[in-house]
């Protein structure tokens, strides 16, 4: 499906279609008006409308265009070729400036925008780039690629060995287009050609593996674990802090006083003192008891170090991985539970909340989430199994007024409902 655009450099409107396989933009010097849209969008649909016929002269349409590349065999205006009420002047063919190789510009991209990433994030595209996209695109032109060959190369990303499955899962392989989308989008606006990456929808992906344990599991959990990894659970299942963010929790944030967690640091990838996830992870957590106990224990392990809350003998942060391959796989194959990613903890604060009664403002205030929604959209489907709230308080508020107000009634009337 062609559109009609505007070149920023000149304001002036030109034609975008697609002919015989490839990209075609023809320029015109009519200015950027609702009319000369209009004009431009009749001309395009009788150029789809002939090429989908079969009957598309390029040289009738676009005769000094450079795409005609023999003598035109009828060498007719642009004005005869729009019909009625077009100015008379032709199509001006402006040539599209050279654009530089797709790893060079990748290279220019990535330096010109690391101000603002986070240095989890600046691995990960550098990662994605030098992996997967510098690869089959390193010495093209990056003005020179193709839709189709986006969606070629989109397709060869599903067979790629994925770390942990068979193959890239599709939320990796969004990950991977999306940093070429950005790259395309930046190049096309400062080259002044269109961008190929249109009409390109993201995968479709899984919602989200959300298995929150019991209150009874995570009480097994707690009293097997190791004795010096119980108040590192304790405070993961009572909080709701991310891997990141209890991983990489000083003391300096921890307020006995006021009974507050404050997350303003995480860990990623190994790398301390990174910013938060979002500006909304940015919070204070509330300490339940068990959990300011848990913490009060831990100030006597790891206190007069001054730094880490929960830190390796030689006072460094742990090793998430170690932790997880050492610690909590072997406890779950122990206690006979179903293997499942120690994030899980997270989704089952919440869960525990909610069946609670918690306010649910108040627990996304906890999570760092911007409104309940995703509260709800995620956890909500949990709470029936946790507090049997499965439709029968409701049958009881019914039964409780409903039943009272009849029960009332029959005994100001003994005699209305009785049966002759």
């Known amino acids: 499906m062609g559109s009609i655009r505007k070149l920023q450099a000149t304001g002036k409107l ?9 990209r075609c933009r023809e320029y015109t010097v009519l200015n950027d008006t609702a009319d000369n849209r209009k004009k431009l969008e009749r001309l395009l649909q009788r150029i789809e409308r002939d090429i989908q016929l079969g009957r598309f002269d390029y040289a009738a349409y676009f005769p000094s265009s450079r795409a005609v590349t023999a003598t035109p065999k009828r060498a007719v205006s642009l004005a005869a070729g729009m019909g009625r009420g ?23 991209w990535m330096q010109e925008n690391a101000v603002q990433w986070r240095r989890s994030y600046q691995r990960t595209v550098a990662d994605i ?32 060995p994925g770390r942990t499955k068979a193959t890239l899962s599709p939320r990796r392989i969004n990950a991977i287009m999306n940093v070429m989308h950005a790259i395309l989008n930046e190049a096309s606006d400062r080259y002044k050609f ?5 009409n390109i929808k993201p995968l479709k992906i899984a919602k989200s593996d959300v298995k929150p344990f019991t209150l009874e599991e995570v009480r097994a959990l707690i009293q097997s674990v190791r004795e010096d990894f ?13 891997t990141g ?57 790891t206190g007069a170090l001054k730094l880490w809350v929960f830190c390796n003998h030689e006072g460094q942060p742990l090793d998430h991985n170690n932790v997880t ?44 989430h911007t409104s309940t929604e995703m509260l709800f959209k995620v956890y909500s489907r949990y709470v029936p199994n946790l507090t049997r709230r499965d439709g029968s308080a409701f ?26």
């Open 14 to 22: 030109f034609v975008d279609f697609r002919y015989q396989g490839k």
């Open 86 to 108: 077009m100015p008379s002047a032709g199509p001006v063919a402006v040539p599209r400036a050279p654009s530089p190789t797709f790893a060079d510009f990748a290279q220019q």
């Open 129 to 160: 780039v030098a992996v997967h996209l510098a690869p089959p695109f390193r010495e093209r032109e990056v003005g020179s690629l193709s839709r189709e060959e986006l969606l070629a190369f989109r397709s060869t990303l599903a067979k790629v």
């Open 194 to 198: 269109t961008s190929p990456y249109y």
């Open 230 to 242: 119980r108040d590192y659970y304790t405070v993961r299942f009572f909080t709701g802090l991310r």
């Open 245 to 301: 963010e209890i991983d990489g929790l000083k003391w300096k944030y921890v307020d006995f006083a006021r009974r507050l967690i404050s997350v303003r640091e995480t860990i990623v990838a190994g790398e301390p003192d990174e910013a938060t996830k979002t500006i909304e992870s940015n919070r204070d957590v509330q300490m339940s008891q068990i959990v300011f106990d848990a913490l009060q224990r831990q100030f006597e392990r």
């Open 325 to 368: 391959k050492r610690v909590w796989y072997p406890l779950l194959r122990y206690l006979g539970l179903d293997p499942r990613r120690p994030y899980q903890s997270r989704h089952t604060a919440a869960t525990l909340w909610l069946a609670a009664g918690e306010n649910p403002e108040w627990i996304a205030r906890q999570m760092g």
């Open 395 to 420: 049958e009881r508020l019914l039964a409780s007024t409903l039943g009272a107000a009849t029960a009332t009634q029959s005994n100001a009337n003994p005699h209305e409902h009785r049966h002759v």
